[in-house]
T-cell receptor
Framework: AQSVAQPEDQVNVAEGNPLTVKCTYSVSGNPYLFWYVQYPNRGLQFLLKYITGDNLVKGSYGFEAEFNKSQTSFHLKKPSALVSDSALYFCAVRDIRNYQLIWGAGTKLIIKP | DGGITQSPKYLFRKEGQNVTLSCEQNLNHDAMYWYRQDPGQGLRLIYYSQIVNDFQKGDIAEGYSVSREKKESFPLTVTSAQKNPTAFYLC???????????FGDGTRLSIL
């Protein structure tokens, strides 16, 4: 079965430190992967995607993600966290059966000053 | 500015009542989606539409209905058959299959 897992419900990071939000996936064939961010009472905003090519993908607001095929992971990273990065982060993978997205449960990122 | 507009932002439903959530986009996107978001869970797909006058059920379509009479509009009706409608509802749209989805700011539905 195709699935996406975000193993951490919450991640706490001090401002200025690097951050990582983890995502693992299980799909048949080549994965199409996405990261989104959601601020309270708002819709989701697209951060970045991996379709093919370079395993390190750069996205919006200084975020990047590393695709690792052998570990079936697509972790979101940022070298230096800001308090304003505090939000809910979602990983998603495209379902090859109907081309729709399968969503992880989300990870709450808290950046402390 | 192009975008997706959901209305109303807050909605209250009485027992036995149907309510309709509006979603309008001016992005000229072909595909549109409705998701339900509950605390601690990811987004669950209710319905989606790839073209006008066509739509498909998602994972949790029971108790919901949609229409797609215009490219710009994809309203969702929460019927009285949906026994637990309290949730945050998100509408999204996209262009091509590999393109990201764009989201509205949601409608929060509660039971009176």
């Amino acid at each position: 079965a195709q699935s996406v897992a975000q193993p951490e419900d919450q991640v706490n990071v001090a401002e200025g430190n690097p951050l990582t939000v983890k995502c693992t996936y299980s799909v048949s064939g080549n994965p199409y992967l996405f990261w989104y961010v959601q601020y309270p009472n708002r819709g989701l905003q697209f951060l970045l995607k991996y379709i093919t090519g370079d395993n390190l993908v750069k996205g919006s607001y200084g975020f990047e993600a590393e695709f690792n095929k052998s570990q079936t992971s697509f972790h979101l990273k940022k070298p230096s966290a800001l308090v304003s990065d505090s939000a809910l982060y979602f990983c998603a993978v495209r379902d090859i059966r109907n081309y729709q997205l399968i969503w992880g449960a989300g990870t709450k990122l808290i950046i402390k000053p | 500015d192009g975008g997706i507009t959901q209305s109303p932002k807050y909605l209250f439903r009485k027992e036995g009542q149907n309510v309709t959530l509006s979603c309008e986009q001016n992005l000229n996107h072909d595909a549109m989606y409705w998701y339900r978001q509950d605390p601690g869970q990811g987004l669950r797909l209710i319905y989606y539409s790839q073209i006008v006058n066509d739509f498909q059920k998602g994972d949790i379509a029971e108790g919901y209905s949609v229409s797609r009479e215009k490219k710009e509009s994809f309203p969702l009706t929460v019927t009285s058959a949906q026994k637990n409608p309290t949730a945050f509802y998100l509408c999204a749209s996209r262009t091509g299959e590999n393109q990201p989805q764009h989201f509205g700011d949601g409608t929060r539905l509660s039971i009176l």
